[in-house]
């Protein structure tokens, strides 16, 4: 099992948007990181602090974190998006990641 | 640019000692606020990190892993050396390293296969 949870796969439509939850409780009071992963290669830091994306990352990735949930969102969705998604937090100095998410562009 | 590759034995047997070395470039591990961070992905699961080492010296693990890990920084070299204890075949994954808190960016990724 895993701290934060998020749904194991999720699937969309090219030009649809996508919503990827990651969970747990007082989430909110933590800042989260995004991290797409594509098959056979190295995870890439896609949104951190919650809704920052870091440079070169599309303006069609965006974040938030309240409550329970953090969404990080993914609008007018393409084919290249197709990977694998991961959140991740800080707990007291420890870092936790999500169980991941499967995202399939269909 | 900042680039980071992780490296060392592809196989290694139940019980023994697993070593793996991040080899970096474009940052400094003496600078204020940077860090290495390791984290492991067994084949078909999700990311797991084990730890990380920063530029004071402060280290942090993940306390699943029950004293088994320990990381160093060869600064003069700009590497850092991540050591695993009592290698079992759930250890078996692709390790990482990644650049300080924010994990960005990742290095490439060591398949390390542990099994006699």
């Known amino acids: 099992s895993y701290d934060l949870t998020q749904p194991p796969s999720v699937s969309v439509s090219p030009g649809q948007t996508a919503s990827i939850t990651c969970s747990r409780d007082k989430l909110g009071n933590n800042y989260v990181s995004w991290y797409q992963q594509r098959p056979g290669q190295s995870p890439v830091l896609v949104m951190y602090q919650d809704k920052k994306r870091p440079s070169g990352v599309p303006e069609r990735f965006s974040g938030s974190n309240s409550g329970n949930t953090a969404t990080l969102t993914i609008s007018g969705t393409q084919a290249m998006d197709e990977a694998d998604y991961y959140c991740?937090?800080?707990?007291?100095?420890?870092?936790?990641f999500g169980g991941g998410t499967k995202l399939t562009v269909l | 640019q900042i680039t980071l590759k992780a490296s060392g034995p592809s196989v290694v047997k139940p019980t023994q000692t697993l070593t793996l070395t991040c080899t970096f470039s474009?940052?400094?591990?003496?600078?204020?606020?940077?860090?290495v961070a390791w984290i492991r992905q067994p084949p078909g699961k999700a990311l797991e990190w084990l730890g990380v080492i920063y530029w004071n010296e402060d280290k942090r693990y993940n306390p699943s892993l029950n004293s088994r890990v320990s990381i160093t920084k060869v600064t003069s070299k700009n590497q850092v050396v991540f050591t695993m204890t009592n290698l079992d075949p759930v250890d078996t994954g692709t390790y990482f390293c990644a650049h300080s808190s924010r994990f960005d960016p990742w290095g490439q990724g060591t398949l390390v296969i542990v099994s006699s």
């Open positions: 991740q937090t800080w707990d007291s100095n420890i870092a936790v």
């Open positions: 474009g940052f400094s591990l003496s600078s204020t606020g940077v860090g």
